[in-house]
């Protein structure tokens, strides 16, 4: 299995409180990805990295900035923390070659109340 | 932008039998990979087969085939011989083969499988 840990795992938070969100990787890749999992919606891209430092925004990112300061490790941030952005949140990391897979996290459940 | 689309919310299967699932994408690249992933009630993410946009000839994985149409932007997976364990959300998937290799999902498939 790929070396990739999501935390926390559960997360209870009140509106209006920021919320940090964790993707740990020991693969040493260099793409890593923050994805949104809604029913109806599927997997909606919300940041996506490309190298360290290197960023870039996705479908749905208003409301979410993101960071990434080593290659190991990407940190999604809400600002102020909304009940729309109650979710399952996913991190996937990918090889540089774009043929290759992409590797899942086990997912964060955020609930915003 | 480049989007993915899946028109199918569920589907159902008896065991044994032939399913089609439809995924179309746009994009202006001409360079590009399609992925349809598994999702089973665990959450977990498992790839189920992959297809280069350069090439013609049809992915093959087993029990699962993709006819990809590049003309038409058209990528759909079919499932032989359904089995019980088939039974989960899938999604279809497109990656850039550039700088950036974003990577996108369309909104999934419930496939059901009856006994």
């Known amino acids: 299995d790929a070396g990739i840990t999501q935390s926390p795992r559960h997360k209870v938070t009140e509106t209006g409180t920021p919320v940090t969100l964790r993707c740990h990787q020991t693969?040493?890749?260099?793409?890593m990805y923050w994805y949104r999992q809604d029913p109806g919606h599927g997997l909606r891209l919300i940041h996506y990295?490309?190298?360290?430092?290197?960023?870039d925004k996705g479908e749905v990112s208003d409301g979410y900035s993101v960071s990434r300061s080593k290659t190991e490790d990407f940190l999604l941030t809400l600002e102020s923390a909304t009940s729309s952005q109650t979710s399952v949140y996913f991190c996937?990391?990918?090889?540089?070659?774009?043929?290759?897979?992409?590797?899942f996290g086990q997912g964060t459940r955020l609930t915003v109340v | 932008a480049q989007t993915v689309t899946q028109s199918q919310p569920e589907m159902s299967v008896q065991e044994a039998e032939t399913v089609t699932l439809s995924c179309t994408y746009d994009?202006?690249?001409?360079?590009?990979?399609l992925f349809w992933y598994k999702q089973p009630p665990s959450r977990q993410m498992i790839l189920v087969i992959r297809?280069?946009?350069?090439?013609?000839q049809n992915a093959t994985e087993n029990r699962f085939s993709v006819n990809f149409q590049k003309a038409a932007k058209s990528f759909s997976l079919k499932i032989s011989d359904s089995q019980l364990g088939d039974a989960a959300m899938y999604f279809c998937a497109y990656k850039d083969d550039g700088a950036t290799n974003k990577l996108i999902f369309g909104t999934g498939t419930l496939l059901a499988v009856q006994p």
């Open positions: 693969e040493n890749h260099r793409y």
């Open positions: 297809q280069e946009a350069y090439k013609q």
């Open positions: 996937a990391i990918s090889e540089s070659f774009a043929g290759t897979e992409a590797f």
């Open positions: 990295s490309y190298g360290v430092k290197d960023t």
């Open positions: 994009t202006s690249e001409s360079d590009y990979y």
